[in-house]
């Protein structure tokens, strides 16, 4: 049997010049037509002028030998490409909740209140429990939790302690440990004292397109309504609440 002599060289340069125009699936189309073309020992010839995998010049030939090859325009097979994170770990939102739990600012209902991570402490905290996740991947996690970006709260009281992390965290074990005991848990929490009235709140929440809530132009006290300081007891287990809106003198 006599060998077809192979130039790779050739393969290489043609490579060179079509590649910035192949998508997935013509690129390996090529590859195996090019290998085809060769005869034996082709796959391995095309493979080191291209420096493509020879699973897809395999790829390519057998689609070249369908009856019915796919749809000019599908790059992939019907459910091909890479799983998303959630589908290859059904456990992650979970995880992340649980780290995203202890974190969140100005929520009465949850047991920490101080904290804030970023995706990049999140990330670390979610490979250190064997998940395979970038920062990047983060706020995906979070949007597909049901979080979102929100703006900033005044939540500072003063100057921080060196170990007021600690202390947070040590009160919310404190909190679930209670809790999963059957224990009462509950938030007293009060505000200063606010207008009462059509009034501008800083944030933002979601209303139909084009029609957003309008509010008085001047945040100038109504000496009718005056002011109130709220304040209230939250059970953080059963979710009930009781709150007492104190007018002034």
């Not at 090529?30 to 291209?50: D, H, K, P």
């Not at 995880?95 to 402490?121: C, I, M, T």
């Not at 490979?127 to 939540?155: E, F």
């Not at 809530?213 to 006290?221: G, K, L, P, S």
């Amino acid at each position: 049997m006599t060998l077809r002599y192979v130039d790779e060289v050739s393969i290489k340069t043609k490579f060179c010049l079509l590649s910035s125009s192949l998508n997935e699936r013509s690129r390996r189309m090529w590859a195996a037509t090019e290998a085809r073309s060769f005869g034996r020992g082709g796959i391995v010839a095309v493979c080191r002028a291209t420096g493509l995998d020879h699973k897809t010049v395999q790829r390519g030939t057998r689609e070249l030998n369908q009856a019915n090859p796919p749809d000019a325009e599908q790059i992939r097979q019907r459910g091909g490409g890479r799983r998303t994170l959630i589908a290859s770990h059904p456990k992650i939102l979970q995880a992340l909740e649980s780290l995203v739990e202890s974190a969140v600012r100005g929520d009465p209902e949850s047991p920490l209140r101080w904290v804030s991570k970023s995706a990049y402490h999140l990330a670390d905290a979610l490979r250190a429990q064997n998940y395979a996740v970038s920062p990047r991947s983060i706020p995906t996690l979070l949007k597909a939790a049901g979080y979102s970006l929100q703006v900033n709260r005044k939540v500072r009281e003063g100057s921080s302690h060196l170990d007021r992390n600690a202390q947070f965290e040590y009160i919310h074990q404190q909190v679930l440990r209670h809790q999963s005991l059957n224990q009462p848990v509950i938030s007293v929490d009060t505000k200063k004292k606010e207008n009462i009235g059509n009034f501008k709140n800083n944030g933002s929440e979601y209303s139909k397109k084009g029609h957003p809530v309008e509010v008085n132009t001047y945040d100038f006290q109504d000496k009718t309504l005056g002011k109130v300081a709220p304040y209230g007891v939250y059970d953080l287990t059963l979710n009930q609440g009781w709150v007492n809106v104190g007018i002034t003198r």
